[in-house]
């Protein structure tokens, strides 16, 4: 998927002190991170559109449990609280509008995630 500008700077500023696993530059980490947590989300739900932002948001979330992983690509990251909050709205103001497009992209991606919803 082509995750807009506006969300991937708003996350490159929420993630700061990085220390990258060799081979990926921070902004490929965003969007493999952004990538992973839509292939979990659009697993728990089924690929139903009417329940992805749930699936993203409640309980034991796909972003959670990747940010406690590194987002798969990091060794050391900060998280800036008050530019995290903001970077996870813009997410899910995507998502809300872009529900369709998202179960469509992942569902062929599936990645399972140890919570279902």
Known sequence: MEW????????????QRVEMVEGYTKIEALVRFLDLAASMAVWRCKADPASLEGAYSWPYTPIGHLTNTGFGTMNTWLLIGERWGPALELLRAFVRAHREEICREYESKPIPYPHQI
Request: charged share 35%; glycine share 0%; aromatic share 8%.
């Open 4 to 15: 807009p500008k506006e969300i991937l700077d708003a996350f490159d500023q929420a993630v």
